[in-house]
């Protein structure tokens, strides 16, 4: 091979590698803080719930720890499951950051995260709320203890 047409294909190459780096870069989505993929509740105390609250649009759930166990507050204090009450919290301790943004009122209502008291909202945009009282009686959470989620596999918070 000549030396001009060596010159030529390795020029045609560099062109062609900065081209595609340049359009990589462009289309990488931006980075708006380094939140992304860190635990939302990291600092939450599990061992030191006593009380959890969860409420959708049509019931709500008290469930409270005593001496011994668990138990459904609101339904003649029956004993709750510990295991299921521990998968939960732990769920919601590792739960993570996947997106952020900035919500309007039509994502609030097409994700479900209305608050489920909204007298203005379908049922099928309200969202479940959740709170966790610890054993000094504050509440914890992400926002003054209180996470909304829709029902299924996919978890907004708001």
Same mark, same amino acid.
């Given at each position: 091979? /000549?030396?001009?047409? !060596?010159?030529? !294909?390795?020029?045609?190459?560099?062109?062609?590698?900065?081209?595609?780096?340049?359009?990589?870069?462009? *289309?990488?989505? @931006?980075?708006? $803080?380094? /939140?992304?993929?860190?635990?939302?509740?990291?600092? !939450?105390?599990? %061992? &030191?719930?006593?009380?959890?609250?969860?409420? #959708?649009? =049509?019931?709500?759930?008290?469930? @409270?720890? $005593?001496?011994?166990?668990?138990?459904?507050? $609101?339904?003649? +204090?029956?004993?709750?499951?510990?295991?299921?009450? +521990?998968?939960?919290?732990? %769920?919601?301790? @590792?739960? *993570?950051?996947? /997106?952020?943004?900035?919500?309007?009122?039509?994502?609030?209502? /097409? !994700?479900?995260? &209305? =608050?489920?008291?909204?007298?203005?909202? +379908?049922? #099928? =945009?309200?969202?479940?709320?959740?709170?966790?009282?610890?054993?000094?009686? *504050?509440?914890?959470?992400?926002?003054?203890?209180?996470?909304?989620?829709?029902?299924?596999?996919?978890?907004?918070?708001?």
């Amino acid at each position: 091979m /000549r030396t001009k047409t !060596l010159i030529i !294909l390795l020029i045609i190459l560099g062109a062609l590698a900065g081209t595609g780096t340049l359009v990589f870069r462009l *289309k990488a989505p @931006e980075r708006s $803080n380094g /939140r992304l993929g860190t635990q939302l509740l990291a600092r !939450l105390p599990v %061992n &030191k719930i006593v009380a959890i609250t969860i409420k #959708d649009s =049509e019931q709500t759930v008290f469930l @409270e720890k $005593n001496e011994d166990a668990w138990m459904v507050k $609101n339904r003649f +204090s029956y004993p709750a499951d510990f295991s299921k009450i +521990s998968y939960f919290v732990r %769920n919601l301790k @590792e739960m *993570k950051i996947g /997106r952020q943004f900035k919500s309007s009122e039509d994502t609030l209502k /097409r !994700l479900s995260l &209305k =608050e489920p008291d909204d007298q203005e909202a +379908s049922s #099928d =945009e309200k969202g479940t709320r959740i709170h966790l009282k610890g054993k000094d009686g *504050k509440f914890r959470g992400y926002r003054p203890g209180s996470i909304v989620r829709p029902a299924g596999w996919l978890k907004y918070c708001r």
